[in-house]
């Protein structure tokens, strides 16, 4: 009853560890390790009243069409030189494959896309989606693949894009 009155204790100590060793005796370490209980504070404690702050919003730039066009046509070719590898997953169904993952890619990139923090899971989902719902073979592969390389080159490429157009 007297920790109900009393929100503010004092810490508790407690041995540190033991440590069984090889030979099965147990060693006991010198230290103590500290454990406090939780402090409350009221609002009489407080020097001013507390205030919530507004967080700063970032606005993230447009995207630029551009970029976009330029972004996926160098998508569109490094995928079809990756999954061309994969000739028993895809069979004559390739070129139809990287262009239903490049359309998907190209709409995202010119309409949501606004650099770096902005590249969203959404379009590789739905270009799995799509690829099954149009009965295309290795649509789970070709998604996956999709999305990294989405992740290793889009950001590095919207900056250099960005860093040239600034020259």
Request: net charge neutral; charged share 25%.
């Amino acid at each position: 009853m007297a920790s109900l009155c009393n929100p503010i204790q004092t810490p508790l100590v407690f041995p540190a560890k033991t440590t069984p060793t090889f030979d099965g005796t147990i060693v006991r370490t010198h230290s103590l390790i500290l454990r406090s209980s939780l402090h409350f504070v009221t609002a009489k404690a407080l020097p001013r009243s507390p205030r919530a702050i507004e967080p700063k919003n970032y606005v993230y730039p447009d995207p630029i069409p551009e970029f976009a066009a330029a972004e996926t046509e160098k998508f569109k070719a490094e995928l079809l030189k990756k999954l061309s590898k994969e000739k028993d997953t895809f069979g004559n169904d390739l070129r139809t494959v990287v262009n239903v993952c490049a359309e998907v890619l190209g709409e995202f990139l010119h309409k949501d896309y606004g650099g770096p923090g902005t590249l969203l899971i959404e379009p590789f989902t739905d270009m799995m989606v799509i690829l099954k719902e149009k009965n295309l073979p290795g649509a789970p592969l070709a998604a996956r693949s999709s999305l990294l390389w989405a992740q290793n080159y889009v950001d590095q490429d919207w900056e250099n894009w960005n860093s040239k157009s600034q020259k």
